[in-house]
């Protein structure tokens, strides 16, 4: 199996920057697309940001501009740069993966545990 670990969230100021970090571990095969998802309180689970192998990238609205995703294939590694940080950002960051563990099994989604950034003076 895949196990995704993230680090670097914590509390900044509002117009300040965090940078967020995932590495992937275990058995790892290939990894496709990467990515980040956050969930604040009372509401559901959106993506931030995504990845592909390839390096192409997604960005939902609220972060185009202000936040950078970049990734590491040789580390299985995916980074979240961001900048401009609001007090909307606050939430639950989730890193996510699809891989696959060996040349037979099938592509599966990934998640890690979260890191809770907070946006507040």
């Known amino acids: 199996q895949v196990q995704l670990v993230e680090s670097g969230g914590g509390l900044v100021q509002p117009g300040g920057s965090l940078s967020l970090t995932c590495a992937a571990s275990?058995?790892?095969?290939?990894?496709?697309?990467m990515g980040w998802y956050r969930q604040a309180p009372g509401k559901e689970r959106e993506l931030v940001a995504v990845i592909s192998g390839d390096s192409v990238t997604n960005y939902a609205d609220s972060a185009k501009g202000r936040f950078t995703i970049s990734r590491d294939n040789a580390k299985n590694t995916v980074h979240l740069q961001m900048n401009s940080l609001k007090s909307e950002d606050t939430a639950v960051y989730y890193c996510n993966t699809i891989a696959t563990s060996t040349s037979r099994t099938s592509r599966k989604s990934y998640w890690g545990q979260g890191t809770q950034v907070t946006v507040s003076s």
């Open positions: 275990g058995r790892i095969f290939s990894i496709y697309a």
